[in-house]
């Protein structure tokens, strides 16, 4: 551990969390006024830097990456949160390109919304501005402090990282690499803040900042969104599950709706838009040739009454069935009597995240589009496009199931609000 | 009281308060469903009928307001309550034109906010759609009954409705004839619901109602706010304070400084975007023309060392004086040295409502609306214009000084969402 960080950490019982938390949150919230006063073009040029630093830096990353690893081993982490902790030469470029390419994004600070002009001669605008501060609390991939802290950064917010313990030295080395480039850049270093201590309370006392964090983006299991959404005095944005599902219509063409449904399940099974539940329209014709290639591709399909009619492999679906985001090569599926029992199962039982209806009929794919209400609602295409890089956000910060704010992946805009600017000649209120 | 409100009302203590509203609530968004599906003019056409409708529910509105005076006389209601609270035919007339123009304000669901299409064929489009369920928690005024429902209703929202119990007849009477007239339009009558109890604990289990209750707008005084921002754990969108700068710039033209001033403080002291503080550039040439117009129309000003020099008759201001909203003919004035320090002053004083700067130094001007991080910055204005109405919005729900999801002045926008529409082709991710 670097003196630097011992300086910073809090010093035996004296600071308590909330008081680490109020002294890091206003070093960042003033770090981040400087930030949003320099040009677009300072901010990008920076965050390049900042790219180039982090491939500089390669030889203090891995290293501590490889204790992060040998930790993680003598602590008997799995297979999958091994794989996510891991870095390696090919990692840490990517992850310093996809920073380069944050860069490059187009800035939302600025961008006018909307105009107008009064009667009595008052224009007023308004125009997209920072949040402020966001705290990113997250698990296991040590990318993420290098991805969360690059869109704060070139949306002009200022970021607060809390990352797992598991990749502390990571953490800890991607951060000062990216630091070291950014204020290369002329961008004042508390603009993207590492929390030098694992205490447990510290994330408590970020959830409840009130005033002080603008906003909370969780990004890790689901154990770790609930808890931050259960106690968080703070706006989140987050999705805790991707109970997505896929509707196959009576008229979707059978060809397209095998492919579709196998894709939106089984190419990547634990992703948050992967399929977890396929509805399928009572007189659709070809039930049996969504199923079979699922089954033969490794899938465990779980079904109602009418479903397990379709192939005897299928395992009766429980209750919970319906409300259970598997993240893993499990599939439940219904038979519903059309369009109507599909939106109202899906009212039921979806998180909101992503779900699609398959069909050649222009007037059941509108209604679905108008009457399924989550963040995304997709016609003839697989559920696995839900991603921000995948919908040319170009990264994303987060998808977001909530109602208020953003809704969906979330990139640039969604870490930006708006102001009013009203420009006179001297009014004055009648 | 009607037999229909004692039916709904909980039966002696076996609704809990929290059961009452997640019936409600739960009422409210089917409710909701059908209405968002409703086409806009049909929410247009029956808005209209409600404002039809509670014209002609005088002869029911105001003897019920007559009680609710009554007792608020013999409860002892102030004079400025008890204003508030009074309905005559005048001002029921005004409520039902404002329920009228509502509806004929645009309808922001179904807005396309922005489409693009994917290199692979997909088409994406976010589209507005409402929010959900809107709490109301309000006092005094009976209008906000009528008001926010008809926000809400023309945004495709369902609306629960928690009065104070000293409009409870008023707002009994006019939530009667509003939704007699929605419902002559076909929109669901649990579409606007008033809580049947004054039950006290039912504020805190609306506020505590997460994934029943979409957002709470509280309206009403500083006390009210305040204890629905502390207790809520669902979105609120709410001001605390209108603590609301004028800083009058070295290059200001007097004439119109003068008048400017004089207007955002005493046009009417009571609303949130008055002024409450001047700032008063240390080189601007007339400081005194702007102070003794504001004495002789009767306001208390306070100022610090310097701006005591303006005038003998200016009292001394405590360090509380730059953090108070008076809503009340007092102001506080600093003499400040230039921008810089202006803008110091509002960062640190500021509670984020609307701030202005006069000048005719167009750099000033820029800087000032860059760096002022309020809702709403104005330029050469009387703050007092910090009004949906006055921004052209056609009504409002309230002014918001949250950074997330809507600011300043909202009105309908404010009052959706939207979600993604992806429209493909059979796409499968690879």
Redesign the interface.
């Given at each position: 551990m670097s003196t630097q960080l011992q300086e910073i950490a809090p010093e035996s019982a004296q600071e308590t969390p909330q008081a680490l938390v109020e002294r890091l949150a206003r070093a960042g919230r003033a770090a981040q006024?400087k930030l949003a006063?320099l040009p677009s073009e300072a901010r990008e040029a920076a965050l390049k830097l900042a790219a180039q630093s982090l491939r500089r830096a390669e030889p203090e990353i891995l290293p501590a990456n490889a204790i992060d690893m040998a930790n993680g081993e003598a602590r008997g982490l799995t297979g999958a949160l091994l794989d996510r902790l891991r870095l390696d030469p090919a990692r840490l470029a990517a992850m310093a390109d996809a920073v380069a390419q944050v860069a490059s994004l187009e800035d939302p600070v600025g961008q006018i919304i909307d105009s107008?002009s009064?009667p009595n001669g008052?224009v007023?605008e308004r125009v997209r501005?920072p949040?402020?501060l966001i705290g990113i609390i997250y698990e296991s991939r040590p990318n993420v402090t290098a991805d969360a802290a690059a869109l704060c950064v070139r949306s002009g917010n200022a970021a607060l990282l809390r990352g797992g313990s598991e990749a502390v030295h990571s953490n800890r080395a991607i951060h000062q690499a990216l630091v070291a480039g950014l204020v290369e850049g002329g961008v004042p270093a508390d603009v993207v803040q590492l929390v030098p201590t694992q205490d447990r309370e510290v994330v408590g006392a970020m959830l409840t900042a009130a005033g002080l964090v603008?906003?909370i983006v969780p990004r890790g299991g689901k154990s770790l969104v609930a808890r931050v959404q259960a106690d968080a005095r703070v706006?989140v944005l987050a999705h805790l599950d991707g109970i997505c599902h896929t509707f196959v219509h009576a008229a979707a063409?059978p060809a397209?709706a095998q492919?579709?449904v196998?894709?939106?399940k089984m190419?990547r099974t634990g992703i948050c838009g992967a399929m977890e539940t396929l509805l399928i329209d009572a007189t659709y014709p070809a039930a049996a040739a969504l199923v079979t290639p699922l089954i033969e591709a490794g899938c465990e399909v779980r079904g109602d009454a009418r479903a397990q009619a379709i192939d005897p492999r299928i395992l009766p679906a429980g209750a919970e069935d319906w409300d259970t985001e598997y993240l893993d090569a499990v599939l439940s599926v219904a038979v519903v009597d059309g369009l109507d029992a599909a939106i109202a199962h899906i009212?039921r039982h979806s998180s909101g995240h992503t779900d699609a209806i398959?069909t050649d009929d222009a007037q059941a794919?509108a209604r679905f589009?108008?009457?399924v209400?989550?963040?995304?609602?997709?016609?003839?295409?697989?559920s696995?496009?839900a991603d921000g890089g995948?919908?040319?956000l170009g990264a994303e910060i987060g998808i977001a199931t909530?109602?208020?704010?953003a809704?969906?992946?979330v990139a640039l805009e969604g870490l930006t609000?708006?102001?009013?600017?009203?420009?006179?000649?001297?009014?004055?209120?009648p």
């Open positions: 006024t006063r107008r009064r008052l007023l501005v949040i402020g603008d906003m706006p063409d397209m492919a579709v196998l894709n939106a190419r009212a398959l794919a589009l108008n009457e209400d989550s963040a995304i609602v997709m016609h003839n295409a697989s696995q496009f995948e919908f040319g909530g109602r208020l704010h809704r969906g992946p609000t708006y102001k009013w600017l009203v420009r006179g000649t001297g009014q004055v209120r």
